[in-house]
Nanobody
Framework: QVQLVESGGGLVQAGGSLRLSCAAS????????MGWFRQAPGKEREFVAG????????PYADSVKGRFTISRDNAKNTVYLQMNTLKPEDTAVYYC?????????????????WGQGTQVTVSS
């Protein structure tokens, strides 16, 4: 069992930056691939970024590539999402997710554990 708690969301102007954190409980964190998803009002939850056990594979959605960076610290049981050059269209609730596999997936249903989400609002 893995419990996830996101933090770091907030209100920021377009062009600004935020760093989201996701703290995980349990001793098996390092054996979980992690992902960040987001859901805007009236839209489906979509993949943003993922990271493998070792951190050496990090796929990104095309819409965030070059602006967002995912990373993990297995000693701290934490995964991060650094978001730069934010745009109004990045406004959404951001969710952290875990799957007990070496590689992340772009598919929502492949993840077993989810956090409660953190709101990110980007003003124009």
């Amino acid at each position: 069992q893995v419990q996830l708690v996101e933090s770091g969301g907030g209100l920021v102007q377009a062009g600004g930056s935020l760093r989201l954190s996701c703290a995980a409980s349990g001793r098996t964190f390092s054996r979980n691939a992690m992902g960040w998803f987001r859901q805007a009002p009236g839209k489906e939850r979509e993949f943003v970024a993922g990271i493998s056990w070792s951190g050496d594979w990090t796929p990104y959605a095309d819409s965030v590539k070059g602006r967002f960076t995912i990373s993990r610290d297995n000693a701290k049981n934490t995964v991060y999402l650094q978001m730069n050059t934010l745009k109004p269209e990045d406004t959404a609730v951001y969710y952290c997710a875990a799957r007990p596999a070496p590689l992340p997936s772009l598919i929502r249903n492949d993840y077993d554990y989810w956090g409660q989400g953190t709101q990110v609002t980007v003003s124009s």
